[in-house]
C-alpha cells in the first residue's frame, strides 16, 4: 500500500537492460520482415488500459524492427497528452509512432473507418520500409475495423449485432497483455494519482479555459469524450478555473469538490478497462487466435517494491512472463 508511483517511474522507465534484452535479439533476424508471399504480416497487442501495452510494443521493437500504430480512440487526437496517457516522446526509444496525437482534435470525430484508411496506409509504407508494423493500442472497435476484410457498418461485433469476421486483411499475431482485474484496478487507481501528480489537472484548467464550451454535454464529441474531461466539468462549473491554479496548490474548499471528481475518474478508468477487457473476450470467443501474455507477477512485483534496485525484480519477470513468450511467438509468427 505505500507503493506510490510517479509518472516518471512508471512501468514504461522500468526498462529490462538491454544484455537482457539482447538474449532474445539473435531470434530478430532480418529476412523475417520480408512481407510475407500470402498476406502482409502484421503483430497487434492487446489489452486494457494500463496492462502494460506500450512498453511490450518498445521492448519487442527492440528485438524486431518495428514501427508502431497506434490504436487508442483518445490518443489519435493532438492535445490532453497527459489526460489520455500517450507515451511520451523521450519513452519511444526512437520507435516510430503513427496515428499518435497526429488528428486536430477540432476537425470532428475520427471514427473508426477513418482509422481503417489512414491506419492501412500507414501499414503500406511500413511494410515497403521492410519494417513490421505493430498495432498498440485499447480501442478494440478500431482494431476490428482496420483488420476485418468485410464489415457492415450497421452492425456492431460488440454487442452481438455483428458476428467476429475470421477474414483479416493481414496475417495477424495478436498478443493479449492481461493480468488479475483486481491487480490492475489497484494500479489504475494509483496511475490516477500519479497523473494528477504530473499535470493532468493543469493541462484540463488550460483545456478549460481555452474554450469553456467544450465541456457542454452537447459538445461532447471526440477527444472530449476523454476520462477526465466529463469528469471535471461539475468542479468548473462550481469553482471556474483560473489558469494559474495548480493541483497542489487548490484550497480546502476546492480541493473536496476534486477529490470526488478524482473517485470518478479512478471509477471511470476501471469501468473501461473492464468494458475492453469484454471486448477482447468477445474476439477470442468469436475466433480470433489471441495469444494470452499473463503480467500479473510483473505488476505484482513493480507495486510492491520499495527501495534501491526497485525496478530489477520486475524487469526480472516481466522478461520471463510477457517479454520472452512474445518475442518467441513474434518469431514464430515471423518465420512462417
Ligand atoms: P466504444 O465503442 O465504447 O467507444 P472502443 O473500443 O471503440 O469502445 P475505447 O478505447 O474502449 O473505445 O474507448 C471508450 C471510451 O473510453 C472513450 O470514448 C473515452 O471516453 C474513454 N477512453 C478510451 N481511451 C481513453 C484514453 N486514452 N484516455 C481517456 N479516455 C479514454
Not at 146 to 172: I, N
Request: hydrophobic fraction near 40%; charge should be neutral.
Amino acid at each position: 500500500a505505500s507503493w506510490k508511483p510517479k509518472l516518471n517511474v512508471s512501468l514504461l522507465l522500468i526498462r529490462p537492460s538491454l544484455p537482457a534484452l539482447m538474449r532474445w535479439a539473435p531470434m530478430a533476424a532480418g529476412p523475417s520482415l520480408v512481407p510475407s508471399r500470402r498476406r502482409d504480416k502484421v503483430v497487434v497487442i492487446m489489452g486494457a488500459t494500463g496492462s502494460g501495452k506500450s512498453q511490450l510494443s518498445i521492448d519487442l521493437a527492440t528485438l524486431f524492427p518495428s514501427e508502431i500504430i497506434n490504436s487508442d480512440k483518445m490518443q489519435v487526437y493532438s492535445g490532453l497528452d497527459i489526460t489520455t496517457n500517450k507515451i511520451p516522446p523521450e519513452d519511444r526509444f526512437g520507435v516510430p509512432h503513427h496515428l499518435i496525437g497526429s488528428v486536430d482534435p477540432e476537425a470532428g470525430e475520427f471514427t473508426p473507418y477513418d482509422f481503417r484508411a489512414l491506419g492501412q496506409s500507414v501499414i503500406e509504407g511500413i511494410i515497403s520500409r521492410l519494417n513490421l508494423p505493430v498495432v498498440v493500442g485499447g480501442s478494440n472497435s478500431f482494431i476490428y475495423t482496420l483488420l476485418a476484410e468485410r464489415f457492415h457498418p450497421g452492425l456492431d461485433v460488440f454487442d452481438g449485432s455483428g458476428s467476429v469476421s475470421h477474414e483479416l486483411l493481414f496475417d495477424c499475431c495478436f498478443l493479449w497483455v492481461d493480468l488479475s482485474f483486481p491487480i490492475l484496478e489497484d494500479y489504475l487507481r494509483k496511475r490516477v494519482d500519479d497523473m494528477l501528480d504530473s499535470g493532468m489537472f493543469e493541462e484540463l484548467v488550460q483545456y478549460y479555459n481555452d474554450d469553456p464550451g467544450r465541456f457542454e454535454p452537447v459538445n461532447r464529441t471526440g477527444l472530449r469524450k476523454a476520462i477526465g474531461v466529463p469528469e471535471l466539468e461539475r468542479c468548473f462549473r462550481r469553482y471556474p478555473p483560473r489558469r494559474s491554479d495548480t493541483w497542489a496548490g487548490l484550497d480546502p474548499l476546492r480541493r473536496v469538490a476534486y477529490e470526488e471528481a478524482v473517485r470518478e475518474i479512478k471509477e471511470n478508468t476501471c469501468q473501461l478497462a473492464k468494458r475492453q477487457i469484454g471486448k477482447i473476450l468477445r474476439l477470442r470467443d468469436g475466433g480470433w487466435n489471441l495469444r494470452r501474455l499473463d503480467a500479473t507477477e510483473a505488476f505484482r512485483a513493480a507495486m510492491v517494491a520499495e527501495g534501491p534496485g526497485k525496478g530489477l525484480k520486475w524487469a526480472e519477470i516481466w522478461e520471463s512472463q510477457v517479454l520472452g513468450p512474445s518475442a518467441k511467438i513474434v518469431k514464430r509468427f515471423l518465420d512462417e
